[in-house]
């Protein structure tokens, strides 16, 4: 009975970390989109869309790893913790590498870009993390 309960929790916790994550990309999407609109459309990255995706998969990863957390009785591992933050990073060099040597005229705006949203989402991973290892039953 107690197990269903955690799970459900569980389940409507993970709802709330994807309703937050979602808001707050769209929120720096659409300041970032209106800021072209003020500034001179010429300095738009072209890969510009591939960074709200790859933070919306990271996001999908972090709630996996939520989900399961929530289901094992040990809590969150270190290990665990550092894969997710290991895949991010290694997936932030490879688009941030990527669009440079594909883009490279609009290598600067994208990289300011991409800081805003790694800083964003490094905030957001680590108060979802912070939560999940006070409350070993989320």
Request: proline share 3%; hydrophobic share 55%.
């Amino acid at each position: 009975m107690e197990s269903n309960k955690k799970i459900k929790t569980n389940e409507n916790w993970l709802k709330l970390i994807f309703f937050r994550l979602s808001l707050m990309l769209l929120a720096i999407t659409l300041l970032i989109a209106l800021s072209f609109c003020f500034i001179d459309a010429q300095y738009y990255p072209v890969f510009f869309p591939v960074i709200p995706i790859f933070y919306i998969i990271c996001g999908l990863l972090l709630g996996n790893l939520a989900m399961k957390t929530g289901k094992s009785q040990n809590g969150t591992s270190i290990r665990k913790i550092v894969a997710v933050r290991m895949i991010r990073i290694t997936g932030s060099i490879i688009i941030l590498v990527g669009a440079m040597m594909f883009d490279s005229t609009h290598a600067m705006p994208f990289a300011i870009i991409f800081a805003i949203y790694y800083i964003a989402y490094l905030l957001f991973e680590t108060k979802v993390m912070t939560d999940l290892n006070k409350n070993k039953n989320v």
